[in-house]
């Protein structure tokens, strides 16, 4: 793990240098990580931190648009890589472009379409070079983004 990442990370668990924000929707957490962005995750912080694989998380920057970004395992990914990830709900299938942003990160903008295809309880994520499927409990996704968006909104100008 690069220096750069393993700080975002414990920045993100610690929100340091941010604005306070902090709330919780079903499994998810989201909070200031510094003091220019805000990131939800769909596992605890302190699990998160620790092994950030097989997850999902939000993070936007204050004058930036939503992403998502799925974290799937070390080494299976080349760093800026364009890669497709393509979510299936409800039966529904949407293929987003993306980037890779590390070794085991794959991010998109949360997009209108995307936002749609996530209002189901249950998202199965495929991505171009990954050799399984990734299944995530998307369930409160609306409120998450709410509370992003909020969280955005307080940060320092």
């Known amino acids: ?12 668990a610690h929100g340091a240098h941010a604005a306070p924000f902090l ?5 998810w957490t989201v909070m200031a990580a510094s003091a220019t962005a805000c990131a939800a995750m769909n596992r605890p912080p302190e699990e998160f931190n620790a092994a950030p694989f097989a997850s999902l998380a939000l993070r936007q920057l204050r004058d930036g648009p939503a992403r998502l970004q799925v974290f799937a395992w070390p080494g299976v990914f080349k760093p ?10 409800d ?5 987003m472009p993306g980037r890779t942003f590390d070794t085991y990160i794959a991010e998109t903008p949360l997009t209108a379409p995307l936002r749609e295809a996530l209002k189901a309880r249950v998202a199965e994520f495929e991505i171009t070079g990954l050799p399984s ?15 992003l968006e909020a969280c955005v909104r ?3 100008r």
């Open 1 to 12: 793990m690069s220096l750069a990442l393993a700080a975002s990370f414990i920045a993100l």
């Open 133 to 147: 499927m990734l299944l995530f409990d998307v369930s409160h996704l609306g409120e998450v983004v709410a509370s």
């Open 154 to 156: 307080g940060l320092a």
């Open 80 to 89: 800026n890589d364009a890669v497709t990830i393509t979510v299936t709900a």
């Open 91 to 95: 039966g529904a299938r949407t293929d």
């Open 23 to 27: 709330a919780r929707h079903g499994h």
